[in-house]
């Protein structure tokens, strides 16, 4: 990469890290140091809940999710708007009211310790986890296209993330969350520019080659369990997950539990409900029409340029075949997509259609090859595929003007260490307060409370570095993350559920919970088609109905 696109990432970061060590006003102690003393503008807190998702994962994983399938994963997001709805009239003005630190806290008000104990440690398994996966995003593409070790990668972006996580706190948190919004949304529209500029057929002619791919196909209306994004799974269990990941995860609500009033705090999420699934859309978008650049440029046999080195030699003469076969086949699509434009352009509907088909025909034969390239890598490499996650920096790299890669690869970095720095700062928020005050310190000075808040925060961003070099492995990381979640949120979920109803009692709760998490595994291990979103729903209805069961059983006895 050239020095000048180095030198914009390096500047970049180097703002990020100073403006986040500046921001110390104020955390003195630990309101300060985690909720910035309630005092944050509804406008900054909204751009941080949405810069929380909108990590590197996003600018990588989503948009190679994209490229390879489309707009489908925008239903993902379905549940959102009525997920804050609800969250808006029940779990925001009640937490920002109850002067909490934790959402965790108020379980312990309404059932018990132990109930409130165990539901801060999955989110603190779940969250650290997830941190692991967000730096795997950028890490991953640092080690494959520069060369550099994963392990260094990794420490790359988690040292200075921490570093400023620790001096800075929510403060830093929140203003870095703001810069990587406008950073994210500037790099994205520079690069929808370009591919606009270079796409060599009109718009609407290059749309007409997606659709008939089936990549501009938004909505999924099949009943299934085993299908992963439908409308009915965003719908019931993106509803689900979104609730139990803005209403219970400490990682959200320590968010909105900074703004100034309740109405801000509803203001921040709504922000995040009227935005997010357009932008959503567009994110994705971007993988489509970098889907098609492709169709009329030569496009690599495998993205991940490591794994291609790695299979090459493992057996060179087949690889050697298996491109020759690939260039023939990418070279007889291109020519079947022109003559498709071409014909549409005529106004010849039969030609257009039959000229759509051998195009079709085309693309599922370099879809063929693809899949031979990716076993073969996986056999020479003894890893899974994550090619997708390539597709989106191959681009940048080898085909964006000088400058813009070094623009994209700025906010794939700030991305990463705002996002990281959310996570790490609610993490070491549910270890101190759930925790260490609560079970082993009630009482001490601020500045004791302060020290190990900070030691806490360096903690688990040693934890969230370990784990990234494994997520590393996994295939597209955005689905890690949503994974890694729904595993634990439908549970975490339904013991808020429980706690809205009058009846359940504290023993339900928490056998409730262990139910949960119970289901969820054995469906995880013995029906693993089931997509993961159902999870959400599986889980939060577990708890709910062994919680009503349990309870009503020892009603009955009294």
């Avoid at 989503?62 to 994963?73: E, K």
């Avoid at 109803?501 to 262990?514: D, E, Q, S, W, Y």
């Amino acid at each position: 990469m050239h020095w000048i696109n180095w030198a914009i990432v390096a500047v970049y970061i180097a703002y990020v890290v100073w403006d986040g060590l500046r921001r110390t006003k104020g955390t003195t102690n630990i309101e300060g140091y985690f909720l910035a003393n309630r005092s944050l503008p509804w406008w900054a807190v909204g751009l941080s809940v949405m810069a929380t998702q909108l990590s590197a994962i996003t600018l990588i994983g989503t948009t190679g999710q994209g490229a390879t399938d489309g707009l489908r994963f925008v239903q993902f997001y379905f549940g959102l708007p009525i997920a804050m709805v609800i969250l808006g009239v029940t779990l925001v003005p009640f937490l920002h009211g109850a002067k909490v630190y934790t959402a965790y806290e108020y379980l312990e008000r309404r059932f018990d310790a132990r109930t409130r104990s165990l539901t801060s440690l999955l989110f603190l398994l779940s969250r650290g986890m997830s941190c692991g996966a967000i730096i795997s995003a950028p890490a991953v593409v640092l080690s494959a296209i520069f060369g550099v070790d994963l392990i260094w990668s990794v420490a790359l972006i988690g040292v200075p993330t921490v570093l400023y996580t620790v001096v800075g706190g929510v403060q830093a948190v929140t203003w870095a969350d703001v810069k990587q919004m406008f950073m994210i949304v500037g790099a994205l529209t520079a690069i929808v520019i370009v591919l606009l500029v270079k796409m060599p057929v009109p718009l609407d002619d290059a749309l007409t080659l997606a659709g008939a791919t089936g990549r501009l196909r938004v909505f999924d209306f099949s009943v299934t369990l085993t299908e992963t994004y439908t409308f009915w799974s965003g719908i019931i269990g993106g509803t689900f997950l979104m609730l139990s990941y803005f209403g219970t995860d400490q990682s959200q609500v320590q968010r909105y539990l900074t703004a100034r009033s309740v109405d801000e705090a509803r203001s921040s999420l709504l922000m995040s409900a009227y935005w997010k699934i357009p932008l959503q859309a567009l994110i994705l978008l971007v993988g489509v029409l970098v889907f098609l650049f492709f169709l009329f440029q030569p496009a690599p046999l495998l993205y991940n340029p490591a794994h291609e080195a790695q299979t090459r030699s493992a057996d060179p003469a087949a690889y050697a075949a298996l491109e020759s076969r690939y260039a023939d086949a990418i070279a007889g699509r291109e020519v079947a997509a022109r003559a498709a434009v071409a014909t549409k352009e005529m106004g010849d509907a039969a030609a257009t259609r039959t000229a759509l088909d051998a195009y079709r025909t085309r693309e599922a034969e370099v879809g063929a090859i693809r899949t031979e390239a990716l076993a073969a890598a996986a056999a020479a490499t003894g890893q899974s595929s994550r090619d997708v996650n390539y597709i989106m920096p191959r681009f940048v790299l080898d085909h964006l003007p000088l400058g813009f890669a070094g623009l994209f690869l700025a906010a794939v970095l700030a991305a990463a260490m705002s996002s990281i720095a959310a996570e790490l700062n609610s993490l070491s928020t549910a270890t101190v307060v759930d925790f260490y005050q609560r079970w082993f310190r009630r009482e001490g000075s601020d500045a004791h409370f302060l020290r190990v808040s900070k030691i806490s925060t360096a903690l688990w961003g040693v934890f969230a570095c370990f784990v990234a070099t494994y997520a590393a492995t996994l295939g597209s990381l955005i689905e890690v993350v949503n994974r890694f979640g729904s595993f634990f949120y439908g549970s975490i979920l339904g013991v808020f559920l429980c706690a809205m109803i009058p009846r359940v009692r504290a023993t339900g709760a928490f056998v409730g919970l262990l139910a949960g998490m119970g289901t969820v595994a054995a469906v995880s291990i013995w029906a693993p088609q089931v997509a993961f979103l159902w999870h959400n729903v599986i889980g939060a209805v577990a708890v709910v109905a062994t919680g009503l069961l349990l309870s009503t059983g020892v009603c009955a006895r009294a």
